[in-house]
């Protein structure tokens, strides 16, 4: 299959590992924020996300953090498996309007044996 | 199949050829996005109907590119005379269009490759 990024930055974890990926917004506006995990030959699929009034989060082994301060999120997986190999992209948007997603920079976690 | 569909998932075409890339939303689904993903890069947004109102299209690069939704359902988006930087994968989103909460829910894109 095809490959979402060639040219973007790696995470390499052990299987097994916590992960955790960076990520820094841009809008000031945006008060919506989501995690997508985007599979070879697929479209984004939403993970988790939180809005601007928590400053965490908590799913099925991931969590996502805000600090809105400095304009970051984080994504944290727990115990890594071969299945969460793929391209990660944070997004963010204003929550109540039915509009347009801004996507940021993607991250490719690979998943060491 | 209950998610949304594009077809084709490939297309070839010939700098200065016409293409037409088709979605399927979610049925029911109010709102429907475009959006252009270049290799190695996030998805950027294209334009954004809610029924066959385009409500948004501040994302076309240029005037070659044009979507339309007549029923506000299927969505056709049009690339004439295709150029090189064309060459991406272009994603649909449906979503229900209630509000506050909008998930989006994505299509597996078509790649477009122009030679």
């Known amino acids: 299959g095809e490959s979402v990024g060639l040219h973007l930055p790696t995470l390499s974890v052990q299987e097994g590992d916590n992960s955790i990926i960076n990520c820094a917004y841009s809008?000031?506006?945006?008060?919506?924020f989501i995690w997508y995990k985007q599979e070879s030959g697929k479209g984004p699929q939403f993970i988790i996300d939180?809005?601007?009034?928590?400053d965490k989060r908590q799913g099925q082994r991931v969590t996502v953090l805000l600090n809105k301060t400095v304009k970051h999120l984080s994504l944290q997986i727990a115990a890594t498996q071969p299945g969460d190999s793929a391209v990660y992209f944070c997004?963010?948007?204003?929550?109540?309007?039915?509009?347009?997603?801004?996507f940021g920079k993607g991250t490719r976690l690979h998943i060491l044996p | 199949g209950a998610g949304v569909s594009q077809s084709p998932r490939y297309k070839v075409a010939k700098r200065g050829q016409d293409v037409a890339l088709r979605c399927d939303p979610i049925?029911?689904?109010?709102?429907l996005f475009w959006y252009q993903q270049a290799l190695g890069q996030g998805p950027e947004f294209l334009t954004y109907?809610?029924?066959?109102?385009?409500?948004?299209k501040s994302g076309l690069p240029s005037d070659r590119f044009f979507a339309e939704r007549p029923e506000g359902s299927v969505s056709t988006l049009k690339i004439q005379r295709t150029q090189q930087e064309d060459s991406a994968v272009y994603l649909c989103?449906?979503?229900?269009?209630?509000?506050?909460?909008?998930?989006?829910?994505f299509g597996p894109g078509t790649r477009l490759t122009v030679l």
């Open positions: 989103a449906s979503s229900l269009g209630m509000e506050p909460y909008n998930e989006q829910f």
């Open positions: 049925s029911g689904h109010v709102s």
């Open positions: 109907f809610q029924n066959e109102a385009q409500l948004d």
């Open positions: 997004a963010e948007k204003v929550w109540n309007r039915d509009d347009k997603i801004i």
């Open positions: 809008n000031s506006a945006s008060d919506y």
């Open positions: 939180i809005r601007s009034n928590m």
